[in-house]
């Protein structure tokens, strides 16, 4: 099993950058994917929308990100102690959210990256407020 826990979150100001994140335990040398989803934070059974993630094989790693925020959000990983960080920039109150963290056993490509079912575990999520 893999336990994801996030941090990071809390309440910004529009225009402010934050970085979420997402610490995993357990049996994570089997992990190949690690992405962010966000959610309405009003409505928990509402879907999950992808926001951005990476896959790696071996030496080999890719990062793909949703059309919106390419550009603002950046991923990256630090292997060594199993943690994924997203940074966003220049928030705005749509990114007002719950940001999830999801992991896979497969290295997901591009396409089912974005696939919430595609992903063996989660975490419990951080909340994200922007004020304008």
């Known amino acids: 099993q893999v336990r994801l826990v996030e941090s990071g979150g809390g309440l910004v100001q529009a225009g402010d950058s934050l970085t979420l994140s997402c610490g995993a335990s357990?049996?994570?040398?089997?992990?190949?994917?690690m992405s962010w989803f966000r959610r309405d934070p009003a409505n928990p059974l509402k879907e999950r929308y992808f926001?951005?993630?990476?896959?790696?094989?071996?030496?080999?790693?890719?990062?793909h990100y949703e059309d919106s925020l390419r550009g603002r959000a950046t991923i990256s990983r630090d292997s060594t102690k199993n943690t994924l960080h997203l940074r966003i920039n220049n928030l705005n109150a749509e990114d007002t959210a719950v940001y999830l963290c999801?992991?896979?056993?497969?290295?997901?490509?591009?396409?089912?990256?974005?696939?919430?079912?595609?992903?063996?575990?989660w975490g419990q999520g951080a909340q994200v407020t922007v004020s304008s």
């Open positions: 926001v951005a993630g990476r896959r790696w094989v071996g030496s080999y790693s890719s990062d």
């Open positions: 357990g049996r994570t040398a089997n992990l190949k994917t």
């Open positions: 999801a992991a896979a056993e497969d290295s997901l490509e591009r396409t089912t990256m974005q696939s919430p079912g595609d992903y063996d575990y």
